[in-house]
């Protein structure tokens, strides 16, 4: 009898933590002024961390004129960069600054969003974040569309199917907004749900561990 509970009680948890995983899909959101360069997905069961070229920095408060809606990000701060006294990635000829998040076990991806990405006053040059996956080929590029010095806070963001990703590098491109050195900030990712056929997949996985414990103890019995 104390079997059969056993079994029914690890048969509803796993139930449980697969609906969870499935519904829990939100933004890692940078410009939240609490957000670290670590953190955890899917309560706990992914771990990710920020590495960079350089001194990780989010510190800058959101200085836009208008904030955004629908990302699911606060708009505190302005996201993170790259410099002690910096918040932004910056490509210069001398170098060029990165960003990367790692997670302990693939994710589904399915948005990348920055700030500070602008377009040159007379439309000579627009600056672009771009962000690569896996260490192959760039994923997407990010093209700016606010004007820099218009007060806007140089927004861009881009949604797409839902990608596997274990390590996603972010730099920009060398094209500026005739203000210095091309620089933007890294604002959020978007994590996608479990799709329901892997949950699926779990469930299952689940079930037959559990047959087989319930087996195994009938046979010591």
């Known amino acids: 009898m104390l079997g059969m509970k056993w079994c029914a009680g ?21 410009t939240d002024s609490s957000t670290g360069t670590t953190g955890s997905l899917f309560q706990g069961a992914v771990s990710w961390q920020l590495t960079s070229s350089g001194t990780l920095n989010n510190s800058q408060s959101y200085d836009g004129n208008s904030t955004p809606s629908g990302t699911g990000l606060s708009f505190e ?3 993170y960069g790259v410099g002690v006294h910096d918040d932004e990635i910056t490509t210069s000829p001398m170098r060029q600054e990165w960003i990367q998040i ?15 990405l602008f377009v040159a006053p007379d439309r000579s040059s627009v600056e672009v974040g771009q962000a ?12 700016a569309t606010d004007i820099a010095g218009s007060g806007a806070p140089g927004f861009v963001g881009s ?10 590098r972010f730099t920009v491109l060398s094209s500026n907004d005739s203000f210095g050195y091309a620089d933007g900030a890294l604002a959020g990712v978007g994590i996608a749900p479990i799709p329901v056929p892997a949950a699926g ?7 037959g561990g559990l047959a087989a414990l319930r087996r195994r103890r009938r046979k010591a019995n």
């Open 132 to 143: 690569s996956v896996n260490g192959g080929n760039p994923l997407l590029t990010l093209t």
């Open 77 to 79: 701060t302005d996201g």
């Open 201 to 207: 997949v779990m469930l299952l996985g689940g079930l």
């Open 10 to 30: 690890g048969l509803a948890g796993l139930a449980l933590a697969v609906s969870a995983s499935v519904a829990n899909a939100y933004v890692i959101d940078f």
């Open 159 to 168: 949604t797409f199917a839902p990608i596997y990703a274990s390590v996603i």
């Open 102 to 116: 790692t997670f302990s076990a693939p994710v589904l991806i399915d948005a990348i969003y920055f700030l500070d």
